[in-house]
């Protein structure tokens, strides 16, 4: 038996060093050598050690998989496809508290979950619903990256994702001709959730671990100790793992991914954003699908290589100068891209982007494509020079954080970028309206202002180049029909600075523009997609003179923001309400409806509008703040009372 023990500690810690650290110190013959020793010992005896590396080998085909319940809930992902969407995420996670993050890949795999109790590991699971997985454990023992006893004597659920890696499915492929496998996700989830464990073991799955998802006592307190937990354990982690201060590291690390995924061995498909502090994750909570405290950020994207001939600025509605590269044409999701643009002068230097570099081109969600960083450069490459004036209208360069501004409100691009805005889907929709229409209008009949809009007759395109009677016809009548218009629509279109889709929605709860221009700064930044900057922004705007007697030209050409209408009678009609921590019986989302239904006002945050405050279990800081200013709380049988008919 001392053999035995000897011979299983060497052969974990040399499979550890070959599938883990990637980094063998033995031949494979040697291991081989000893392995047959430790077989043979086991056949003798009769006895196998818990933690014997044949236990590993696919054993008998199953009949089918078992159901079993997770510990503690295993949530899948929120996703984000926009920047805009990304921010919303952090001025959430700001309002909870100062948090740092943790960015990771996100792998394109089979979730699974590893249960492990007295430092052994006892069984593998599927995600499944999140509540409850199959149970994979056969499967999963024929996966040599995971330890099969650690030093942890506790409870403990490790979560990780189910791989194969592009090398390894490019050689399973090639031994098998007949039957190849579609792409590297298909193959690890078919390998993981296969009857029959000699097929998982054929395709060379492997597990990559990220995060603890239970731990009965000692638990750790943030997503960093987490990983040195695991990494000390013996788990197979990516090597791939960036803590950062805040939102600005965060998007630099995602930039990083998503130059550095195309040489690869692992198929991902985006980058997973964490708040790293555990306190700030209780306080948050999660919906009933998401933790509210994570984020995937995905690269729905196609990717190609161009080469920049020249680097030119353009000037945006708010005055910012933007970096924007004519590259040699290239073919990009059906379209044909010639150019690309960047941040700012900060992420132009960051990327090493030079006129004549070969550069990685990236275009999704039907925007401008952008570029991910320089791939080479070539001799007489030239360096792009940061601007000192407005290329457009001269005027003094303010330079603000990373960015650039031109200081002159009155700059034409800042203005057509301003109308073109007004004008675009999302926001008045005004249909035929493009930005080369509005520079004509702009240059030969002086529109300056969304109001210009609605004085326009058919005489005021006469005489335009590529103007006849039906296109003029139906550019008037899709001004005419822009008057009309919802009201958080409007508050898009109309350009107050840090206002987006995401935000202009939060307003329009409100009920009008009249009582989002009375609202202080505290009642701003509770709304959840508010922060400090924004909350000034819309307080600027409304105070601004010409604003204001910008909004009073546009009522009187007949436009007319609406609100949703909202049901004002019921049990909670008059109440502004909050919803804090975990229902038992329904979600926050279900519960957000009856209580609107009802005649009641959802809010986000806790403040002095609040009137009621609905605690479920594990409430946190709302709960604290609501009784601190005295306002009514009830818990989930007493809200479940007010629901009766």
Sequence with gaps: MERMRELVEILNRWAYEYYVLDDPSVPDREYDRLYDELRELERETGVVLPDSPTRRVGGEPIKGFERHAHIARLYSLDKAVTEDELSAFFTRVQKAGEATYTV?????????????????????????????????????????????????????????????????????????????????????????????????????????????????????????????????????????????????????????IEVGRRKLDVLTDGAVIKVNEEAIRADMGATDKFPRWAIAYKFEAEEAESTVRRVFWQVG????????????????????????????????????????????????????????????????????????????????VRETGANLFCTNQDCPPRIVQRLTHYCSKNAADVEGMSEMTLQLLYEKRGVRRFSDLYRLTAEDFGGLDGFKEKKIGNLLAAIEESKRIPLERFLYAIGIDGIGRVAARDLAAFG???????????????????????????????ADEENRAELARLYEAGVTPTANVRKTEGIFSG???????????????????????????????????????????????????????????????????????
């Design 575 to 645: 109440e502004n309400v909050v919803l804090t921590g975990s229902l038992g019986t329904m979600s926050r989302t279900e519960a957000q409806k009856l209580i609107e239904a009802r005649g009641g006002v959802c809010q986000s945050a806790v403040s002095g509008k609040t009137t009621l405050v609905i605690a479920g279990e594990k409430a946190g800081s709302k709960l604290e703040k609501a009784r601190a200013l005295g306002i009514r709380v009830i818990g989930e049988a007493e809200f479940a009372e007010m629901l009766r008919p």
């Design 104 to 256: 990771e890949y996100k792998y394109d795999g089979l979730t699974v979950c590893l249960t492990y109790e007295g430092g052994a590991f006892v069984r593998a699971t599927t995600r499944g619903n999140g509540i409850e997985g199959e149970d994979v454990t056969a499967q999963a023992l024929t996966v040599p990256s995971f330890p099969l006893t650690i030093s942890y004597m506790g409870t403990l659920e490790v979560r990780g994702e189910a791989i194969i890696r592009l090398s390894a499915l490019e050689k399973f492929n090639t031994a098998h001709p007949d039957e190849p496998l579609k792409n590297a996700r298909n193959a690890a989830a078919g390998a993981i959730r296969n009857l029959d464990p000699k097929v998982t073991k054929s395709r060379s799955p492997e597990i990559l671990f990220y995060d603890i998802n239970y731990m009965s006592d000692s638990p750790v307190s943030s997503q960093t100790e987490a990983m040195e937990f695991l990494r000390r354990e013996g788990f197979k982690t990516f090597p791939f793992f960036r803590h950062c201060k805040d939102r600005e590291e965060v998007f630099a690390a995602v930039e990083e």
């Design 317 to 396: 509605r708010t005055g910012k100068l933007t970096p924007l590269a004519e590259i040699e044409p290239v073919e990009l999701a059906g379209a044909t891209v010639r150019r690309a643009t960047l941040n700012n002068y900060g992420d132009l230097t960051r990327k090493d982007v030079k006129e004549g570099s070969r550069v990685l081109v990236r275009r999704s969600n039907e925007v401008i494509p952008e570029i991910l960083g320089a791939v080479s450069h070539v001799e007489g490459s030239v360096p792009v020079e940061k601007p000192v004036v407005c290329p457009y209208c001269g005027s003094a």
């Design 512 to 542: 009008s523009v009249e009582a989002i221009a009375a609202l202080g700064f505290e009642e701003l930044v509770a709304l959840e997609d508010i922060g400090e900057v924004t909350a000034n922004s819309i307080l600027a705007f409304f």
